[in-house]
Structures are given as C-alpha cells and as structure tokens.
C-alpha cells in the first residue's frame, strides 16, 4: 500500500513522465509528439479536471528568479483567452533558453482550482515550467530524478510552491482531487502538478 503524502517521504519508484481573433475555444488545446509518446507508454489517460463551471477561471503566478508574473483572468465564457495564454507561456518559458512554447491551458486549470480548494489568493511560485529537449537532458543528466520523457517538455507540468502552504499541505490535497500528476519533492519544498495521467509519487 503507498503511504500518504508526508508519512515516510516520497513514494518509492519516478513517475512514467517526468522525475486560444483574441479568444479560444476551452477544447483547441494543442496536441504533442511527445506527449503521444508519453501517454502511450503510461497507457492511462486522465480525465480533464473538475472544474467550477463558472464564468471566469483567473490564476497568479510569479515566476521564481525572473519575478515575472501573471495575475489575472485567462478564461471566461466558455472561452481560453489568447492574450492571456501568451503571458503565461512567457512565465513558463524555459530560461535557460529564453524559449516559449504554448502551454496546454489544462495545466492552468489545474493550477487555478488547486488554489481555489486551498482557499488562497497567494501566487503560485513556479521553480520551473516548460523545458526545451535539449534542457530536460541536461538535467536528466545531472540526476535521476528527472524523465527523458517529461511532460515539462510538452507544456504539461510546472514545478512550483504556493506560499503560506507547505509543499505537503499542496501535494496531498492535488492528490485527492485527481487532477493529473502530483510529485512531492520535500526536500527541495516544492510540488510537481501536471495535467497528464492520474498519479502520484
């Protein structure tokens, strides 16, 4: 059986994936190689999260190091908007390589009604987002607990903390709302939250 979040550590084994005029429709979200490659090879698919069907779906985030931010509203009626989605993915962009790509805004969906259920209005600090292939494999060179397969490198997951909650505070209740992938990684004190398939570790 595998223990709860924060009662003897990590979960033992890597996760399979990773150690939208000026609106869009909530269903053009775009499709990857890599993120085929990696749901074949896990072979579970998640549902798309449960949202509030609300008008509006609005997140804050600051990124770590850059302090670049993003406090806003990036849904409403029905529709993802563009301009917000882009200031986003400047947020998420790998730094490394100064280059964006286009998030999949189901990770904002995430993000967004986790701290909804957390009751805070605090942004979400993000240690890391998108990852060029060429950065996810220097990384995954440097240590093992980061996947050749990341579904950073899709636009899918972001490493982050979320101030005033510990990391196991974030991680256990991500895991019990079975939004996507929930990594807890307490000794750095941040969280992994992914849109992709349902798991844990």
């Known amino acids: 059986m595998r223990k709860p979040f924060g009662h003897g550590g990590l979960w033992s084994g890597a996760c399979p994936c990773c150690g939208p005029e000026s609106l869009v429709p909530a269903d053009a979200v775009p499709r990857r190689g890599v993120l085929a490659a990696v749901l074949a090879g896990v072979g579970v698919v998640a549902s798309g999260p449960v949202l509030a069907q609300g008008a509006t779906r609005s997140l804050r985030v600051r990124r770590q190091v850059t302090l670049d931010s993003f406090s806003g509203v990036y849904f409403r009626d029905g529709r993802y908007d563009r301009d917000a989605l882009r200031r986003?993915?400047?947020?998420?962009?790998?730094?490394?390589?100064?280059?964006?790509?286009?998030?999949?805004?189901?990770?904002?969906?995430?993000?967004?009604?986790?701290?909804?259920?957390?009751?805070?209005?605090?942004?979400?600090?993000?240690?890391s987002g998108y990852r060029t292939p060429e950065t996810n494999a220097g990384n995954a060179s440097r240590s093992r607990r980061v996947s050749r397969v990341s579904l950073h490198m899709s636009g899918m997951a972001a490493?982050?903390?979320?101030?005033?909650?510990?990391?196991?505070?974030?991680?256990?209740?991500?895991?019990?709302?079975?939004?996507?992938?929930?990594?807890?990684?307490?000794r750095d004190g941040f969280v992994h939250l992914d849109c992709g398939p349902v798991r844990r570790w």
């Open 159 to 186: 490493d982050c903390r979320l101030p005033g909650r510990s990391a196991v505070q974030l991680a256990r209740l991500a895991s019990e709302m079975r939004l996507g992938g929930v990594g807890l990684y307490s």
């Open 88 to 127: 986003l993915d400047y947020v998420f962009r790998d730094l490394s390589r100064a280059e964006t790509t286009p998030m999949d805004p189901r990770l904002f969906d995430v993000m967004s009604t986790v701290a909804r259920q957390m009751d805070s209005d605090e942004p979400f600090e993000v240690v």
